[in-house]
């Protein structure tokens, strides 16, 4: 993900994945089955898809995403140009896709680990990290964001692409 496509096409893509998403998950019943019976879907309605490697982040460091847009921002200025981003200074991608788990020295974010009431008028708002998070200060992990806890060391690119 993110895939964009016309309506027509992806009509057609979501009935037929939904035909093979059971029988795909009977034969791999582990994770990415449903996405692997996209990709037959797809292939299946002869349907090709082209990759654009910078729309999205995800996992830092791995490749086939936008992290090389998000490194060309000079550290230093790489959480306070997150919060107020313009793309005629740097193009970044469009699209965060929260799957993975993000740390930084006691600053830790993970799906699994996000209140699930977080969109209630009555939760309190994330906590704001510093403004030079990412700048090669914050080396080091406290692993599920415990102060007490050892911790790990992370490079300065690392840093970056997880502030």
Not at 15 to 35: C, G, I, K, N
Not at 142 to 147: A, D, I, L, R
């Amino acid at each position: 993900p993110p895939y964009l496509a016309v309506a027509s096409d992806m009509h057609a893509i979501a009935v037929t994945w939904s035909d093979f998403a059971p029988r795909v998950h009977r034969q791999y019943p582990h994770l990415l089955a449903e996405m692997y019976a996209y990709c037959i879907a797809a292939a299946h309605l002869s349907l090709p898809h082209m990759m654009i490697d910078s729309l999205m982040v995800s996992s830092a460091g791995v490749g086939g995403e936008g992290w090389p847009l998000v490194n060309s921002i000079p550290s230093e200025e790489v959480c306070a140009f997150a919060q107020h981003p313009d793309n005629e200074k740097y193009p970044v991608p469009n699209v965060m896709h929260y799957c993975q788990r993000y740390a930084v020295d006691k600053y830790f974010w993970g799906k699994r680990k996000t209140p699930h009431d977080i969109f209630t008028c009555d939760h309190p708002l994330l906590v704001d990290v510093p403004s030079d998070l990412g700048s090669g200060n914050y080396l080091r992990v406290y692993p599920n964001s415990k102060p007490n806890a050892k911790p790990r060391e992370i490079d300065a690119k690392r840093e970056k692409q997880d502030a």
